[in-house]
């Protein structure tokens, strides 16, 4: 279910969008990452949507539109929502369907428990028969089972699951049921100040061929706030070209990580952040540098 937009489809789907974006890099090829367990290529940057689409208004749609539009236009795909993230579930729904866009997107969301009434309401919300991937939210108990979930995707219903976890608490019960369950993916906060993924999350999903979706790629706003007034430096400037894609290209420096997935209510964030899937991607010794400066503020 790849999609690749012809010039005349991606300018129309956001000449504004894409004019934001340099020429070289609107040749360039979207950095795509293949899902472990199906080789599927999911583009690199993705959409969050953790408090932004909350209420289900007429302004919140317009810009749940504008930035589906932006993330589509740079060449993503990935949007990550939850059944208790307010009435985001409900405003994807209506950007998405209506539009035609269900084709060009891969929605991911995520249940409180293997429950088929919360199952039916998100499906329902999100005016879609079948998710692309199906996450268990925030796992706390070791033991957890993802059988019914195991079977939702045996019906088709979802074409991959996951679990998340942003709680480093929790972090020992996200590696059982990694170990054990083998989900598809694996969602944990992952960012340049917040590298405790690197440690235990993202050295077992590479063994249990998981992929990894990183949420909190910018700890909220805690990074923009941590780089205010500043430019970014020099040597970062050949792969990068905002404080956004210097953040998040850190994530993908990564092999290991499939996506990144910043939330933005803003098209403009949208398409700097999806800036992030095109040109070079810092090396290990420029992924030390950028640690060092991080850590050096
Ligand atoms: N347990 C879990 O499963 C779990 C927990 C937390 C999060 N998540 C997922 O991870 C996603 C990402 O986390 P998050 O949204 O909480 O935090 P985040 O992505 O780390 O940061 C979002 C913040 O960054 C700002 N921002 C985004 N792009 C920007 C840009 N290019 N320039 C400047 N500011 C920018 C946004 O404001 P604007 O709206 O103004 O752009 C917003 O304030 C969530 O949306 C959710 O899908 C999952």
């Known amino acids: 279910m790849t999609i690749s937009l012809t010039r005349r489809e991606f300018a129309i789907a956001g000449g504004a969008a894409m004019l934001a974006l340099p020429a070289a890099a609107q040749d360039a090829a979207p950095l795509a990452r293949a899902i472990p367990s199906s080789g599927e290529r999911l583009p690199a940057v993705g959409l969050g949507t953790a408090y932004v689409f909350n209420t289900d208004d007429t302004v919140t749609r317009q810009k749940a539109s504008a930035v589906l539009q932006a993330l589509i236009a740079g060449g993503g795909r990935l949007v990550d929502t939850s059944s208790v993230y307010g009435d985001a579930e409900a405003v994807l729904g209506e950007a998405i369907v209506p539009a035609g866009l269900r084709d060009k997107l891969f929605i991911a969301t995520k249940l409180e428990a293997p429950d088929a009434a919360e199952l039916k309401r998100s499906l329902t919300r999100l005016k879609t028969e079948k998710l692309d991937l199906l996450q268990f939210h925030n796992v706390q108990d070791p033991q957890q089972s993802l059988a019914q979930f195991k079977e ?80 970014i430096p020099d040597w970062a400037r050949g792969f990068a070209e905002s404080w956004a894609q210097f953040f998040l290209k850190y994530l993908l420096g990564d092999p290991r990580v499939t996506a990144v997935i910043p939330g933005t209510a803003d098209p403009a964030h949208m398409t700097d952040n999806i800036g992030a899937m095109r040109g070079p991607l810092p090396d290990a010794d420029q992924r030390r540098q950028m640690v060092a400066f991080i850590e050096a503020l």
Not at 195 to 218: H, Q, S, W
């Open 152 to 231: 939702w995707k045996a019906q088709a219903i979802t074409r991959y699951i996951g679990i998340t976890s942003t709680r480093h608490a929790d972090f020992a019960a996200v590696e059982s049921v990694l170990a054990r369950e083998k989900p598809d993916f694996v969602q944990v906060d992952y960012s340049i100040d917040d590298r405790e993924a690197e440690k235990r999350i993202l050295p077992l999903a590479a063994e249990v061929e998981a992929g990894v979706l990183t949420a909190l790629p910018f700890g909220r706003a805690r990074l923009f706030r941590a780089v205010n007034g500043k430019d």
